[in-house]
Nanobody, 126 residues
């Protein structure tokens, strides 16, 4: 059973930065698609960024150029560096894994991601 646990959320001001981390209980990042999602109150969960075992990354248009997804396969860690934060980035952020596919496209999508963490809260305000 794969377990995912996020950390690194918190409060930030507009224009600030945060770095989220996701620890996996087993080595999955080298072979499968893993991704970050977010969900704000009253809104649907949306895909933010995804990366596959060959480090090919895909981003939602809303975060392109501001967020960077990366992984450390040796440590079973997934990261999301978030720069130039905006108030609309406020949400619960989740990491997830699709263990049925080695590639992430198409993305954004929520289908196929069978393993999810419990989330870490990000709040951006002045």
């Amino acid at each position: 059973q794969v377990q995912l646990k996020e950390s690194g959320g918190g409060a930030a001001q507009p224009g600030g930065s945060l770095r989220l981390s996701c620890a996996a209980s087993v080595g999955i990042y080298v072979n499968y698609c893993v991704a970050w999602f977010r969900q704000a109150p009253g809104l649907e969960r949306e895909g933010v960024a995804a990366i596959d075992g060959e480090d090919r990354a895909t981003y939602a248009d809303s975060v392109m150029g501001r967020f960077t997804i990366s992984q450390d396969n040796a440590k079973n860690m997934l990261f999301l560096q978030m720069n130039d934060l905006k108030t609309e980035d406020s949400a619960m952020y989740y990491c997830a894994a699709d263990l049925a596919r080695t590639a992430c496209n198409p993305f954004p999508r929520t289908w196929g991601f069978g393993y999810w963490g419990q989330g870490t809260q990000v709040a951006v305000s002045s």
